[in-house]
Each structure stands twice: as structure tokens, then as C-alpha cells.
């Protein structure tokens, strides 16, 4: 029989249910989205503007300075050492998942990022992906689609009230998508076999459906003690 998850990883907190993103759980955290916005704005504006070597050096040996400040602070590497040390400044483990993650987290600068919700047992997103997300020619890179699918879908896998990694993404790509517009995703669970949870999602542009996704999330083996 399945146990009944321990708190820290109720599955029931994971999950906004409004279009609008959570604020954040305190100051710092606040900070660090303002710090993550910066950094992509950064990313996009060296990838789509002339600039000239020198003002590339000069920026270079700042961000080096800047690096260095942050790096003198104490390491806390990774989701699971943040949530143990549970203090006021790191949060718990859904609020640090909600901001790290690198699809979705408010305050990962590598994520576009992402804001998933779920409504009526399925799973929505909505992202705009810049420039710095570009694979062919003005559309978004068919890597970072896999990406979105598999946090989308990872998401939706919860619904069932089991966590589990992905085993298998199958996109096919329908039309390319375009870059620098507000893109739309649902996902739900197909059924579920034993441990296999089938998750199916979309990707919308509009009212053109860019990509679809299928994929197999197997439940952990022992939940929720294997993750514990
Ligand atoms: C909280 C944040 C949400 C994040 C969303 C993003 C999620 C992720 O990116 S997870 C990271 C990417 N995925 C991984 O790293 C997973 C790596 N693979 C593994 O760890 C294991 O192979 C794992 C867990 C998938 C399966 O291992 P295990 O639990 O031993 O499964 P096993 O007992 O062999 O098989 C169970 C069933 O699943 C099936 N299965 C196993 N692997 C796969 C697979 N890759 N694809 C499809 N089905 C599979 C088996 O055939 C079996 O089916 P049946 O019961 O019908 O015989």
C-alpha cells in the first residue's frame, strides 16, 4: 500500500493554482528574482546587440568583481541542502523548487522562466522565451521545447499524488515557434499503469499548435521514502 507522503514533501504545496506568479516568500528571495531578471537581461542584450570589444571587456571585469562578491559567501549547494538547513532565508522545499528550477524558477537566470498552475485536474504554463532562446532562425530551440514539456508534464505527473523522474519524452514538432511571444501549455495525466504515469501536453502559439508531447514518469519505488 502507498504511505501517505511526509510534510515535507506534501505534494499539495508544489502546485499554484492562479495564472499569476506566487510572490515571493521573503525579501531575499525577492532579491534574487530581481538579481535573475537582471542577469537575462543582461544575456539577451550581449546576444542581440553590436557591441564594441572594449565595452565587452569592461562589462567583463565587472560581472568577474560581482561574481567573486557572491562567491564569498557560504556554499549551500543544491535544493535538498537549502530545504535542511530550513531557515527563514532558504524557505521550504516547494518554495525553493519554485524558484530555482531551471524551466521555472523565478529566480534561475538560465530559466525563461516558465509559471505553471494547474486548473480542473490539468496542468497550464505560460512562457515567453527571448532571444536568448533561439535555435533556428527567430524560433525557439527544439531543446529548450523538451525542456518545457518535461517540467510541464513533470508537473502534471503530481496531480496523481506520486513524484516520479521522467522515463521516457517523445515531442513531435508540429510548426516552428516563434521567439519573443507569450506561448501556452497544457498537460494532463493519460492513465496510469502500475508505476507508469502517461502524460500527454501541448505547446501553443496563439491558435497554432507548435509541438506535442508524450510522456511515460515512473513513480518512485518506495515514496515517498526513496527521496526522503
Ligand atoms: C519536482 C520537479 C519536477 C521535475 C520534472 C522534470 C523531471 C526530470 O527531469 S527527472 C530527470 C530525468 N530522468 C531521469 O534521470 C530518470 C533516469 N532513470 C531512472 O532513474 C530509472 O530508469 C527510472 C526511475 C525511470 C525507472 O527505474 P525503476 O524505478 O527501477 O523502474 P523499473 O522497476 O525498471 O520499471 C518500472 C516500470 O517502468 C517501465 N520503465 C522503466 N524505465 C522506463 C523508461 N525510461 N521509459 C518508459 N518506461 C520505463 C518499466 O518497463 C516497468 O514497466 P512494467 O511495470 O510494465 O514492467
Known amino acids: 500500500m502507498q504511505k501517505t507522503p511526509s510534510i515535507a514533501y506534501n505534494l499539495s504545496g508544489w502546485m499554484d493554482t492562479s495564472p499569476?506568479?506566487?510572490?515571493?516568500?521573503?525579501d531575499n528571495w525577492q532579491s534574487r528574482r530581481?538579481?535573475?531578471?537582471?542577469?537575462?537581461?543582461?544575456?539577451?542584450?550581449?546576444?542581440?546587440?553590436?557591441?564594441?570589444?572594449?565595452?565587452?571587456?569592461?562589462?567583463?571585469?565587472?560581472?568577474?568583481?560581482?561574481?567573486a562578491r557572491i562567491e564569498a559567501n557560504e556554499v549551500v549547494p543544491g535544493t535538498k541542502a537549502?530545504?535542511?538547513?530550513?531557515?527563514?532565508?532558504?524557505?521550504?522545499?516547494p518554495d525553493i523548487f519554485y524558484e530555482i528550477n531551471p524551466a521555472s524558477g523565478q529566480s534561475n537566470a538560465i530559466?525563461?522562466?516558465?509559471?505553471?498552475?494547474?486548473?480542473?485536474?490539468?496542468?497550464?504554463?505560460?512562457?515567453?522565451p527571448s532571444w536568448s532562446y533561439e535555435g533556428p532562425f527567430e524560433h525557439l530551440h527544439g531543446?529548450?521545447?523538451?525542456?518545457?514539456f518535461d517540467q510541464v508534464l513533470g508537473a502534471g505527473q503530481?496531480?496523481?499524488?506520486?513524484?516520479?523522474?521522467?522515463?521516457?519524452?517523445?515531442?513531435?514538432?508540429?510548426?516552428?515557434?516563434?521567439?519573443?511571444?507569450?506561448?501556452?501549455?497544457?498537460?494532463k495525466v493519460d492513465r496510469v499503469v502500475g508505476?507508469?504515469?502517461?502524460?500527454?501536453?501541448?505547446?501553443?502559439?496563439?491558435?497554432?499548435?507548435?509541438a506535442s508531447c508524450k510522456g511515460v514518469f515512473i513513480s518512485e519505488r518506495n515514496w515517498p521514502d526513496a527521496i526522503a
Open 20 to 26: 499569476e506568479v506566487r510572490p515571493a516568500v521573503n
Open 34 to 67: 530581481e538579481l535573475a531578471a537582471a542577469l537575462r537581461r543582461l544575456n539577451t542584450a550581449v546576444l542581440t546587440r553590436d557591441v564594441p570589444t572594449e565595452l565587452l571587456q569592461s562589462v567583463t571585469a565587472t560581472m568577474q568583481a560581482e561574481a
Open 82 to 93: 537549502q530545504a535542511e538547513r530550513n531557515s527563514t532565508q532558504h524557505g521550504q522545499l
Open 111 to 128: 530559466a525563461p522562466p516558465m509559471h505553471i498552475w494547474q486548473t480542473d485536474g490539468r496542468v497550464h504554463a505560460c512562457v515567453t
Open 143 to 148: 531543446g529548450i521545447i523538451a525542456l518545457l
Open 158 to 187: 503530481r496531480i496523481t499524488g506520486v513524484a516520479g523522474r521522467t522515463g521516457t519524452l517523445e515531442i513531435r514538432f508540429h510548426h516552428p515557434t516563434l521567439l519573443n511571444k507569450t506561448l501556452h501549455l497544457v498537460a
Open 195 to 210: 508505476r507508469k504515469k502517461f502524460m500527454v501536453g501541448e505547446l501553443w502559439a496563439d491558435d497554432v499548435r507548435t
